[in-house]
């Protein structure tokens, strides 16, 4: 079975320093994969997705990159935070044969607080 | 113009009566897919039903029922016998036939929904 891991689940980070949070899915080769971030009590906006190796599309222009160095790997990064940055991060994954009725698989997520 | 309405920022239902979470959409694709998810305090996202453009019937899955009304572009939630455990924030969501990669699965605002004892 298919599952996704995404590190760390919390993290506390000073404004001006690096950010690196990482997405591994198993069980599936080629997923579409999708960072998205949550603000406190609101729905999902999404950042970046990914349909393969070093295909990066992003969203929304911001402080935030994304990379894909591996097929099942996702890397949300920053070179300087900002205290904006704060929020909940889901990463998520679904299938390549993508369709209107394929569901995204999310992970655990990662709250990040900027200080 | 926002694809996703919830229009409940939050609920209460007593243990064991049952529930409707509202969600009504906007697109003009006739081909979509309808999404409920639950987000437990926990925070990961957990997928609990799917409803097509074209399916006839009202999708269903254990406890929770997609009341589907096309014409009116709704997708309302269905909670039968709520249960402590459902107590979540709830996200209607929808993908669009045109979106080939899932970048426009859009997710409503969610609504709180809290079940009391």
């Known amino acids: 079975s298919q599952t996704i891991h995404q590190w760390p689940a919390t993290l506390v980070q000073p404004v001006g320093s690096p950010l690196s949070l990482e997405c591994t899915v198993e069980g599936t080769s080629n997923p579409n994969l999708y960072w998205y971030r949550q603000a406190a009590g609101r729905g999902l906006q999404l950042l970046f997705y990914s349909v393969g190796i070093g295909q990066i599309s992003s969203e929304v222009p911001q402080n935030l990159s994304a990379s894909r160095p591996q097929d099942r790997q996702f890397i949300l990064s920053s070179k300087k935070l900002l205290l904006s940055d704060s929020g909940f991060y889901l990463c998520?994954?679904?299938?390549?044969?993508?369709?209107?009725?394929?569901?995204?698989?999310f992970g655990q997520g990662t709250r990040l607080t900027v200080v | 113009a926002q694809k996703i309405t919830q229009t409940q920022p939050g609920m209460f239902v007593q243990e064991k009566e049952a529930v409707t979470l509202v969600c009504t959409y906007d697109?003009?694709?006739?081909?979509?897919?309808l999404f409920w998810y639950k987000q437990p305090s926990s925070g990961e996202m957990i997928f609990l039903i799917y409803?097509?453009?074209?399916?006839?019937q009202n999708a269903t899955e254990g406890r929770y029922s997609l009341n589907f009304q096309k014409a009116r572009k709704s997708a309302n939630l269905v909670i039968s016998a709520s249960q402590l455990g459902d107590s979540a924030m709830y996200f209607c969501?929808?993908?669009?036939?045109?979106?080939?990669?899932?970048?426009?699965?859009?997710f409503g605002p969610g609504t709180r929904l809290s079940v009391l004892p």
């Open positions: 998520a994954w679904s299938s390549p044969r993508s369709r209107v009725g394929t569901e995204a698989f």
């Open positions: 697109t003009s694709d006739p081909s979509y897919g």
């Open positions: 969501a929808m993908r669009e036939g045109r979106d080939n990669y899932g970048q426009n699965f859009v």
């Open positions: 409803q097509g453009s074209y399916d006839q």
